[in-house]
């Protein structure tokens, strides 16, 4: 067919077949991500956790239920502390850690103070390590689940270590703020 200029634009069936061919195979792409990030994220999901206040001991009690079916690792808890208790006087998270390895179908608790020289501590995330290797953020109040970098063992792991619960901390800082604003 010709067209004004003397350009052969071919024929419109040919023009709409090109265009859906293109289209679904870009959506089946898309599909297959979607489905295999869902399937990354499922072991995350299923990790339980809640903060209760123990008014004897006038503490906070955080509970971790794993209801996956696979094992998670390196529980840790992460409590907002209040300027006065950080060493450079700015906001920032200390880490309790809670258990090496929790196995399907257990719970475990870690206690964190509640007041600490008049001032509210309070639990604000959890993190994990599930069975593919893959570190978790979970935020206490919310239940958002937030993926983190891949665990990387090396000789220098301490140093690697100290970097991370840093960097971590950041993260969380960063969470917390969007949360807030």
């Known amino acids: 067919m010709q067209i004004a200029q003397g350009w052969d634009w071919g024929t419109i069936p040919a023009w709409f077949s090109a265009i859906l061919s293109g289209g679904s195979v870009l959506l089946a792409l898309y599909i297959i991500l979607r489905d295999r990030k869902k399937a990354e994220r499922a072991d995350a999901t299923q990790v339980v956790c809640w903060t209760s206040i123990d008014w004897e001991a006038d ?7 794993n209801t996956s ?11 907002w502390l209040p300027p006065e208790q950080a060493p450079d006087a700015k906001h920032t998270y ?5 258990a090496p390895v929790l196995r399907p179908g257990e719970e475990t608790d870690c206690v964190v103070e509640r007041w600490h ?7 604000e ?13 979970r935020e206490i109040r919310t239940g958002r689940v937030h993926a983190r970098g891949p665990r990387r063992f090396d ?6 270590n100290f970097a991370k ?3 971590h901390a ?9 949360r807030s604003v």
């Open 59 to 65: 503490d906070f009690r955080t509970h971790v239920h």
């Open 125 to 137: 995330a959890i993190t994990y390590i599930d069975s593919d290797g893959q570190s978790w953020l």
């Open 165 to 167: 619960t840093r960097r």
């Open 117 to 123: 020289k008049y001032q509210s501590v309070a639990p």
């Open 94 to 98: 200390q880490g309790f850690p809670m």
């Open 155 to 160: 000789s220098r792991s301490r140093w690697r």
């Open 69 to 79: 079916d696979r094992a998670i690792h390196d529980l840790m808890v992460w409590a």
């Open 170 to 178: 950041r993260h969380i800082r960063r969470i917390v703020k969007r």
